[in-house]
């Protein structure tokens, strides 16, 4: 992914792709919807197990590679390039990095939701 893609909140092309690939007129919305529970529920867990002292790693790291795979399907460039990088972290910085980073984590997930939202209020049922 090129520096100008991780830019993109959202590949609207690879977006509208999926949801034109769809044989379902909801396609867009239950999109959203199931991002929006996924996504929301993986950084509460995420954030859950930081605040609660988690030091080690690799349960907050599975987490966060879901939360990769979530944005990748989707086409959410950011989301999936901030994740990526927080991955690359080594492991005894890694939660210590993600701490620092998770508010803003939290912010690109909801950047990510609303383009999924626009875009699926542009969506026009099909005849």
Known sequence: MS?????????????????EESQSDDTAKRLADA???QATQLADD????????????????????RLRGSAEVIGA???SAMTRRLLENDPENFCAKLRTALPLLIETI????????TLAGQRKPQP
């Open 3 to 19: 520096d100008d893609e991780t830019e993109l909140v959202l590949d609207k092309t690879h977006f509208r792709r999926i949801v």
């Open 35 to 37: 991002f929006s529970t």
């Open 46 to 65: 995420i954030s859950d197990l930081l605040n609660g002292g988690e030091t080690s790693g690799p349960a907050v790291r599975g987490l966060l590679h």
């Open 77 to 79: 460039c950011r989301l």
């Open 110 to 117: 909801g950047d990510t939701l609303a383009e999924i939202l």
